[in-house]
């Protein structure tokens, strides 16, 4: 069974320019996570959905950073403009059925995100 | 609100001596705790969770810890190390809605 898939692998670009990470969630699985991974701050929580639906976004660090989901096989996560800041490890990660405390997330191989 | 402190950002040990990865939390309320382990270019992996059960939990590649609620903590042992298991290991603590809160993680170097 694959697991959680995300596109691409690597992305270099230049700042100002528009990137756009993707995330396929495991089937069956309704809640999706993005996060980031730096060395300074860790791993910070962006934004979380549940049935397609964002749950909180509180962790998106500015409007620059906008996530979607439009359907439960498919996520976006896109950067518009691009700082060099925004440079780091981008993560998703899905978990099955509800928002249980007890939940495995199940995270893709990342990412890596860097801006010139 | 929730906290993850991860005490030692690089933890060096031989071959085939005790690994012991230290974890405490902060919590408002009877917690969840996960450790993960992230090799080199990957994703995060689930390697145990507490969920309120037996106080220890015994995990995947013989990796195991215990909940000792008086000491807030959820340390990570294995008895003997191997080469395969140096890892970059999170703690992470959940408090609701599947959402976690993760620790700063620590670098376990293994040298033969």
């Known amino acids: 069974d694959a697991g959680v898939i995300q596109s691409p692998r690597h992305e270099v670009t230049e700042m100002g320019q528009e990137v756009t990470l993707r995330c396929k969630p495991i089937?069956?699985?309704?809640?999706l996570f993005w996060y980031r991974q730096t060395m300074m701050r860790g791993l910070e929580l962006l934004i979380y959905?549940?049935?397609?639906?964002?749950?909180?976004d509180s962790g998106m660090p500015e409007d620059r950073f906008s996530a979607k989901m439009p359907n439960a096989s498919f996520s976006t996560l896109k950067i518009q403009p691009s700082e060099p800041r925004d440079s780091a490890v981008y993560f998703c990660?899905?978990?099955?059925?509800?928002?249980?405390?007890?939940?495995?997330?199940?995270f893709g191989p990342g990412t890596r995100l860097t801006v010139l | 609100a929730q906290s993850v402190t991860q005490l030692g950002s690089h933890v060096s040990v031989s071959e085939g001596a005790l690994v012991l990865l230290r974890c405490n939390y902060s919590?408002?309320?009877?917690?969840?705790l996960f450790w993960y382990v992230q090799y080199p270019n990957q994703g995060l992996q689930l390697l145990l969770k507490?969920?309120?059960?037996?106080?220890l939990v015994k995990g995947i590649n013989g990796f195991e810890a215990e909940f000792k609620k008086s000491e807030t903590s959820f340390h990570l042992t294995k008895p003997s190390a191997h080469m395969s298991d140096a890892a970059e290991y999170f703690c992470?603590?959940?408090?609701?809605?599947?959402?976690?809160?993760f620790g700063k993680g620590t670098m376990l170097l293994v040298s033969p």
């Open positions: 959905f549940n049935n397609n639906v964002p749950i909180d």
């Open positions: 507490y969920t309120s059960a037996a106080t």
């Open positions: 992470a603590v959940s408090e609701g809605y599947s959402t976690l809160t």
């Open positions: 990660a899905s978990t099955g059925a509800g928002l249980e405390s007890t939940d495995t997330q199940y």
């Open positions: 089937s069956g699985h309704n809640s």
């Open positions: 919590s408002s309320v009877p917690p969840y």
